[in-house]
Structures are given as C-alpha cells and as structure tokens.
C-alpha cells in the first residue's frame, strides 16, 4: 500500500492512515494477505510504516 503526500514538510502518518492500516493488517490476517508495508511518498523521501516498526 502507498499514497503520496500533498503536503511535502511532514511525512508522520495521519490517524487516519494509523487507522486504515491497523485495520487492513487485522483483516488481512483472516484471508491470509499480508501487508508488508505501506509507505508515504513526497518529492523526495518517504515513511515505511514496516521500517518505523508499525506493522508488527
């Protein structure tokens, strides 16, 4: 899962990406799909939520 940011100062997830995530994960557990991340894109970097540790 990816997206791109409009605002390119702050890459720190929303709550509502923590949320979405959160979810897709506990669901994703019951039809044996995996997330194996889920990055925010800008310009010129980027946020794993699987390197920050957020998925486990």
Do not use: C, R, W
């Not at 990406?17 to 990055?39: P, Q």
């Amino acid at each position: 899962m990816q997206h791109g940011m409009i605002i390119f100062i702050n890459l720190k997830p929303s709550e509502a990406d923590l949320k979405l995530t959160k979810s897709l994960v506990n669901f994703g557990k019951y039809i044996d799909l995996y997330v194996l991340d889920h990055l925010i894109f800008s310009d010129n970097s980027y946020f794993s939520f699987a390197d920050e540790g957020i998925l486990n």
